[in-house]
């Protein structure tokens, strides 16, 4: 940019600011909605929780369905195969 470009467009500044905080909060946003780890640990928890007794076979498989299509929407959104 070029001095005179920078003076004409100084008062868009804030508005420039604030545009990039949205897309770094935008970004952090998708980062952790799109982590596998947290969904891997539900499993997990729901299976042991299938074994101690304290949810049935019905809940299990549903909340499993569940997770398991939200981590194939993960590797989808990361370009991995399912």
């Known amino acids: 940019m070029g001095l005179f470009t920078q003076i ?3 008062p868009l500044a804030p508005v ?3 545009v990039w905080v949205v ?3 935008k970004e952090a946003a998708e980062a952790e909605y799109y982590d596998p780890e947290p969904v891997k ?3 997990a928890a729901l ?3 299938l074994l101690a007794g304290e949810i049935d076979e019905e809940t299990f498989d549903r909340r499993e369905d569940e997770l398991l299509d939200w981590l ?3 590797n989808r959104a990361r370009g991995g195969d399912t």
């Open 8 to 10: 004409a467009t100084l």
């Open 47 to 49: 299976e042991k929780a």
């Open 72 to 74: 194939e929407e993960i």
């Open 23 to 25: 897309e770094r909060v």
């Open 41 to 43: 640990r539900e499993l």
């Open 16 to 18: 420039r600011g604030v």
